[in-house]
């Protein structure tokens, strides 16, 4: 069931309705309630898949309560080792299996020695990277003593199956999330004000700057060969905008559905195109992911802790196998491997955390100098994109070269330029709203709450007009869905 459907349009209020009309006297009736709207949310693609989150609900439910009442060390390590294994086992099936195969192939051919293997078709559960995370975030944390394990079956399901970020985050972690299912929860209207808002702002991320980029994205990039290196570069801009509109987009829409039911999330998006250095970039987007892989990864390696080598090495790891989450090819990994070479600089000089703070805080503008370390910056992102949405290395590089040519400078020649014009202005719009809005959790947080109500009101009517202007005859998944 997609954010941006007629069926989640009416499955939201039904399920809004029954939670705080029907069943609020009862915090288990609750609680039961979004594991059963969950379970029918995530059947909606293919119930067949429901079966893997009941089976690793199951797994670390009982690891937990487990590792409880075990003291051994080394039974203790067998429990933890179970849960990752079964977890990273089934993502490593469905994900992987075909990749793994197809190089183990190519390597033996490469060396003369021919194999015959069958790879399988294979189904990519929606949601898998981001659910066995999360569930794997339990059980390390219950290991290493940092989250009491719980014997509340229902409110640990609820916590693993919340349809808000089931299938493309934020992956949220125990610690924030489960303690919250505890909790009696009251309606609270300015909460849900601000989640109906925050939902808004999502949709209008999606469907009127996402989708519209989307169009341009996939005809220059899926025609490379055909476009001037000008229109190959406003390609990969428009696929930035995509991707950050879309992911951002499910992200706002996620966290504003929660807050309706009286749950907090975590910020995934923290405004990252107005980043002054890739370090900071890192610290603003895809929050959930970047944290998870430096609290259970890059700090167990060692962090920046050690010489030069371990640092380097541990940066190369970090980068890598984020890129490889994010899919089977070597597009990804090859995305993952340049963010390390352009964030390394940063940490060998130990300037990777100067800019902690929002840019131009309390500002209307940034200095000079800013505005250029953001451009900068955006222009690596950029770049990174290019291989991020290529469809293979050779792809990504042939389109690179035909940047760096002498129509580099001429104007971009496409069909359908004209409208694309109106896209650009949409973007140019966006990111003005976004400058005002980003000191905030999201761009229209804060911004319009002092204004007169009537033209409050008028701004929100202006963003509801255009998604309906906007809105795809054909409703279009988001990007992540795919990772």
Same mark, same amino acid.
């Given at each position: 069931? !997609?954010?941006? *459907? @007629?069926?989640?349009?009416?499955?939201?209020?039904?399920? $809004?309705?029954? /939670?705080? =009309?029907v069943?609020?006297?009862?915090?288990?009736l609750?609680?039961?309630?979004i594991?059963?709207?969950?379970?029918?949310?995530?059947?909606?693609?293919?119930?067949?898949?429901l079966?893997?989150?009941?089976?690793?609900?199951l797994?670390?439910?009982?690891?937990?309560r487990?590792?409880k009442?075990?003291?051994?060390?080394?039974?203790?390590k067998?429990l !933890?080792?179970t *849960? @990752?294994?079964v977890?990273?086992g089934f993502?490593?099936? $469905?994900?992987y /299996?075909? =990749?793994?195969l197809?190089?183990?192939v190519s390597?033996?051919?490469?060396?003369?020695?021919?194999i015959?293997?069958?790879?399988?078709?294979?189904?990519l559960?929606?949601g898998?990277?981001?659910?066995?995370?999360?569930?794997?975030?339990?059980?390390i944390?219950?290991?290493?003593?940092?989250?009491?394990?719980?014997?509340?079956?229902?409110?640990?399901s609820?916590?693993v199956s919340f349809f808000?970020?089931?299938?493309?985050?934020?992956?949220?972690?125990?610690?924030?999330?489960l303690?919250?299912?505890?909790?009696?929860?009251?309606?609270?209207?300015?909460?849900?004000v601000?989640?109906?808002?925050?939902?808004l702002?999502?949709?209008?991320?999606?469907?009127?700057?996402?989708d519209n980029?989307?169009?341009?994205?996939?005809?220059i990039?899926?025609?490379?060969s055909?476009y001037?290196g000008?229109t190959?570069v406003?390609?990969a801009?428009?696929f930035?905008?995509?991707?950050?509109g879309?992911?951002?987009g499910y992200?706002?829409?996620?966290?504003?559905t929660?807050r309706?039911?009286?749950?907090?999330?975590?910020?995934n998006?923290n405004?990252?195109?107005?980043?002054?250095?890739?370090?900071?970039?890192?610290?603003?987007?895809?929050?959930?992911l970047?944290?998870?892989?430096?609290?259970?990864?890059?700090?167990?390696?060692?962090?920046s802790?050690?010489g030069t080598?371990?640092?380097?090495?541990?940066?190369?790891?970090i980068?890598?196998?984020s890129?490889?989450?994010h899919?089977?090819?070597?597009t990804?990994?090859v995305?993952g491997?340049?963010?390390?070479?352009?964030?390394?600089?940063?940490?060998?000089?130990?300037?990777?955390?100067?800019?902690?703070?929002?840019v131009a805080?309390?500002?209307?503008?940034?200095?000079?100098?800013?505005?250029?370390?953001?451009?900068?910056?955006?222009?690596?992102?950029?770049t990174?994109?290019?291989?991020?949405?290529a469809?293979?290395?050779?792809?990504?590089?042939?389109?690179?070269?035909?940047?760096?040519?002498?129509?580099?400078?001429s104007?971009?020649?496409?069909?359908?330029r004209?409208?694309?014009?109106?896209?650009?202005?949409?973007?140019?719009?966006?990111?003005?709203?976004?400058w005002?809005?980003?000191?905030?959790?999201?761009?229209i947080?804060?911004l319009?709450?002092?204004?007169?109500?009537?033209?409050r009101?008028?701004?929100?009517a202006?963003?509801i007009?255009?998604?309906?202007?906007?809105?795809?005859?054909v409703?279009?998944?988001?990007?992540?869905?795919q990772?």
């Open positions: 069931m !997609l954010f941006n *459907s @007629i069926d989640f349009a009416i499955f939201l209020p039904i399920v $809004f309705i029954l /939670y705080w =009309f069943s609020s006297k009862k915090l288990k609750q609680n039961l309630l594991v059963a709207a969950s379970y029918l949310f995530y059947g909606w693609w293919d119930w067949r898949f079966s893997l989150i009941i089976f690793s609900t797994v670390d439910y009982t690891i937990g487990k590792l009442s075990e003291e051994n060390r080394t039974k203790r067998t !933890l080792w *849960s @990752i294994i977890n990273l993502l490593g099936f $469905f994900k /299996y075909n =990749f793994f197809d190089n183990f390597a033996f051919s490469f060396f003369g020695a021919e015959s293997a069958s790879s399988l078709n294979i189904i559960p929606v898998i990277s981001f659910y066995t995370f999360q569930t794997l975030s339990y059980s944390d219950v290991y290493k003593r940092k989250l009491e394990p719980t014997d509340d079956f229902i409110a640990f609820a916590f808000p970020q089931l299938v493309a985050g934020p992956i949220e972690r125990a610690t924030n999330l303690p919250q299912f505890y909790k009696k929860r009251t309606f609270d209207y300015s909460k849900a601000d989640g109906m808002r925050q939902i702002w999502g949709l209008f991320k999606k469907i009127v700057i996402a980029c989307a169009q341009y994205a996939n005809l990039f899926n025609n490379s055909e001037s000008s190959l406003l390609g801009v428009f930035s905008f995509q991707i950050y879309d992911f951002s992200s706002d829409i996620a966290i504003g929660s309706l039911f009286g749950f907090n999330l975590m910020q998006f405004f990252p195109y107005f980043s002054r250095d890739i370090a900071e970039f890192w610290r603003r987007w895809h929050i959930s970047s944290t998870w892989f430096r609290d259970y990864l890059y700090i167990p390696l060692g962090g802790r050690g080598w371990m640092k380097v090495r541990n940066t190369f790891i980068f890598i196998v890129g490889f989450w899919g089977a090819n070597w990804f990994i995305w491997a340049l963010n390390a070479v352009f964030f390394l600089p940063l940490l060998l000089t130990e300037n990777n955390r100067n800019n902690l703070k929002p805080q309390g500002k209307v503008f940034p200095s000079v100098k800013e505005f250029a370390f953001m451009l900068l910056t955006f222009g690596l992102i950029v990174a994109w290019i291989f991020f949405r469809e293979n290395i050779g792809h990504a590089v042939s389109y690179i070269s035909d940047i760096f040519s002498p129509s580099l400078f104007i971009p020649q496409f069909v359908g004209g409208r694309a014009f109106v896209v650009i202005v949409l973007i140019g719009i966006f990111v003005l709203l976004e005002q809005g980003r000191e905030g959790q999201y761009a947080d804060n319009g709450q002092n204004w007169y109500r009537p033209i009101w008028s701004f929100y202006s963003i007009f255009a998604i309906g202007i906007f809105m795809p005859s409703e279009s998944p988001f990007i992540y869905f990772f």
